[in-house]
């Protein structure tokens, strides 16, 4: 009786392994999160966006923390930039600021990027496998007090790039905002480390820590010849010193020639963005449901409320092919002293980095190295998709990756 039984069961088809649901508890610290399922021998593949998701947003919270042990990045030297961008509460006691710091939180960022694409390397998501993440109660100990304090919310810090609406309300007023991440969102987390990684090595390609040094050396020199009486001469620059000394910082390490190494490694990394953006559409436009969207297809509804017109994915797509099209060396950039005839060949100027000198790149004697005739992008694409979003296209430029 038991063989007749264990034939008959081997006729049946075998019964598929149920889908699973996380709900990750924001309430506790990344701290928390993170060790918690770094600990799990065997995790499944919704575990693995999980502890993904949680080291991505580590990686967040650590770049704030440096930041705010000396301020760095806040008032009159915000640099609009990925990673720089985050506000946060000022330190009341802040530490003397460190010329390395910048390259620190960029080396460290590409470090937690490249061990979230470690942790999802082997994973196979199926399509019903669902991590779900209060947005709302997420939080960033920036302080590192290991408490949750005001404005250390997630929406408080990035809420303007989530959902606007949302941006300055007190932490006990903010509704739930769950939202569902599947395989497709994977698709999309690992996209936006390769963007976020292929940042970081521009940066670290420009190291702006002997600049920085330089610009901090030479201020601190200028207030011993000013000494302590107050200038009584109207001056249009007084006032704007942080601006200043942060424009000629960028300006003095992006005209310096970069690491070779790392610009061809960003490069790559931009390459897979658009490669995995892709593959994340393709998963985005098989969905049948239609469940707390992070990104919703034309079907579905986002959970956060934005909508997306009908023919985003096309647009979108469009716009990623110019630029891998751009990345490759298939189409030119345009530069005015050569167009229509041609235009700057980006795969060439990465093979040999030069200097971004700001005067001979506009004059043009810079990149004549870089020069060809062909055919130019024409930017209609992005044209496109940025009249489908009106004033809010580079907004969802950020959250489309």
């Known amino acids: 009786m038991r063989a007749f039984a264990f034939w008959i069961a081997a006729l049946l088809p075998a ?25 799990k021998a065997d995790r499944s593949p919704a575990e693995d966006l999980a502890l993904a998701s949680v080291v991505f947003l580590r990686s967040v919270e650590r770049s704030l923390q440096t930041r705010y042990r000396s301020n760095a990045g806040i008032g009159p030297s915000l640099i609009d930039i990925p990673v720089l961008r985050l506000p946060f509460e000022p330190n009341p006691a802040p530490e003397p600021f460190e010329a390395g710091v910048i390259a620190e939180i960029f080396r460290a960022f590409d470090g937690d990027m490249e061990r979230v694409r470690e942790v999802l390397a082997d994973t196979t998501m199926r399509a019903e496998d669902i991590v779900e993440i209060d947005i709302s109660e997420i939080w960033f100990d920036v302080n590192s007090n290991g408490a949750r304090d005001r404005y250390e919310g997630m929406l408080d810090v990035a809420g303007a790039m989530l959902v606007g609406a949302f941006r300055g309300q007190e932490q006990t007023d903010l509704p739930k905002l769950p939202v569902h991440f599947d395989a497709a969102d994977a698709e999309w987390l690992l996209a936006y480390t390769h963007m976020l990684s292929g940042f970081s090595q521009i940066v670290l390609a420009f190291d702006p820590t002997e600049v920085i040094t330089e610009v901090l050396e030479s201020a601190e020199a200028m207030e011993r010849v000013k000494g302590p009486i107050p200038p009584t001469e109207f001056s249009y620059l007084r006032g704007e010193e942080g601006f200043i000394d942060t424009f000629a910082i960028v300006y003095g390490a992006l005209n310096r020639p970069p690491d070779k ?19 994340f559409w393709q998963l985005v436009a098989a969905e049948t449901d239609n469940s707390l969207e992070w990104i919703p297809n034309r079907n579905q509804q986002a959970a956060l409320g934005f909508e997306l017109p009908d023919d985003t994915q096309a647009r979108w797509l469009a716009v990623l092919s110019d630029a891998e099209a751009v990345l490759k060396g298939e189409l030119l950039v345009s530069h005015w002293r050569v167009v229509p005839g041609g235009g700057i060949n980006v795969a060439k100027l990465v093979r040999d980095p030069p200097a971004v000198d700001i005067v001979t790149w506009i004059q043009g004697s810079g990149l004549v190295p870089f020069m060809e005739q062909g055919q130019v992008v024409s930017g209609e694409s992005f044209r496109s998709f940025s009249a489908m979003f009106q004033g809010d296209a580079l907004l969802f430029m950020v959250l489309l990756n």
Do not use: C, K
């Not at 019964?15 to 600990?39: M, P």
């Not at 790392?262 to 490669?275: V, Y």
């Open 15 to 39: 019964q598929a392994a149920l889908a699973e649901t996380v709900v990750l508890d924001t309430s506790q610290s990344l701290v928390t999160l993170e060790a918690g399922f770094s600990a």
């Open 261 to 279: 190494d790392r610009i061809a490694e960003a490069h790559a990394h931009l390459l897979q963005m658009i490669q995995r953006n892709r593959g």
